[in-house]
């Protein structure tokens, strides 16, 4: 069964989410507990889907419960189907209080923290009125967003030359190493290749700065050193490497945006890794007056910083 022209509007945001749920878990009970359903109404939620499109959208062999060919192949889709829903419904919400503008960005957190929360805050009275939505993005996720008109502009570190792109660098800052103050390597100077590899990692994801770093370290030295964790969040990774779990390689702005008790962070001797930040947009987009203050605080603010 092809799901037909009429049909294409029917999709249900309840459904997507148990499908999502149970591809996470690799289980049907996990969802349930997760949403807070019964399972049996996860399980009529992902029959219904399959029945209005047609496609089988769950395997079970071997290897367990999970996504077929097909459901892999939608799954991008559905993830921003319920994104765009919760947008919808956050923006709803903060029209609802008055707002006259919001203004959607995606930043890496470092970013966010140290240069636009601060000019954001010394335009508050000038645009009292004006929401900031920011996603915490730090991978190529952030081209697809602008590309699409789902955010206004990005602030990234991965571009690729794109028709109907435009990227301007705004700052540039170095690769260090956050380790434990009770690291033995925590009242060096600076850090070599050699050492960074010889210490337990705490490392980030596939496409973020770091992870990516980390990996040039790896192929100089020939060296893949003991993973203790991985994480998605600086915080929690922060607060493992605070124990003494191990260290982790992060842009300059990420050590500073999250400083805590009991860290130490040393810079590379190597200072060839470098993280170039950037504002992307989209040349289609018309940005309003809000939009436009904001960036240009944001160019001034990093030249400051630069000089």
């Given amino acids: 069964m092809v799901m037909t022209g009429s049909r294409r509007e029917e999709l249900s945001v309840r459904r997507v989410r148990s499908l999502l749920a149970v591809a996470e878990h690799c289980s049907f009970s996990m969802a349930a507990q997760e949403l807070g359903l019964t399972q049996p109404a996860v399980s009529q939620h992902v029959k ?40 919808i419904l956050d923006q709803l919400a903060s029209l609802g209080q008055g ?51 789902d955010i206004d502009f990005g602030i990234t570190s991965v571009f690729v030359p794109s028709p109907g792109l435009h990227f301007e660098a705004l700052h540039q800052d170095f690769a260090c ?5 009770f690291n033995t390597l925590a009242k060096e100077a600076e850090i070599d290749d050699d050492a960074i590899v010889s210490q337990p990692m705490i490392r980030f994801p596939s496409g973020t700065t770091s992870h990516d770093w980390l990996s040039a370290i790896m192929e100089r030295t020939g060296v893949e050193p003991k993973t203790i ?36 962070t040393v810079p590379l001797s190597n200072r060839s890794l470098i993280r170039t930040l ?10 309003t007056d809000f939009e436009r203050t904001l960036v240009d605080h944001l160019r001034n603010k990093s030249k400051v910083l630069a000089e």
């Fill in 278 to 287: 950037g504002i992307l947009t989209n040349d289609s987009h018309h940005p």
């Fill in 48 to 87: 219904q889907l399959e029945e209005q499109l047609g496609l089988d959208l769950l395997k079970r062999d071997k290897e367990g419960l999970r996504l077929s060919s097909g459901a892999a192949a939608l799954l991008p889709a559905f993830r921003r189907f319920l994104s765009s829903n919760g947008a």
């Fill in 229 to 264: 964790a991985e994480v998605r969040q600086l915080v929690t990774g922060f607060h493992m490497i605070r124990q003494n779990l191990g260290v982790a390689v992060v842009p300059e702005g990420a050590a500073k945006a999250c400083e805590l008790p009991g860290l130490t």
């Fill in 177 to 181: 190493v956050v380790m434990s103050e």
């Fill in 99 to 149: 707002a006259e503008q919001i203004l959607r960005i995606a930043s890496p957190a470092s970013y966010a923290a140290l240069f636009v929360v601060p000019v954001f805050q010394a335009l508050r009275e000038r645009f009292p009125n004006h929401i900031l939505d920011i996603s915490e993005i730090d991978d190529e996720e952030s081209i697809r967003l602008v590309r699409d008109g």
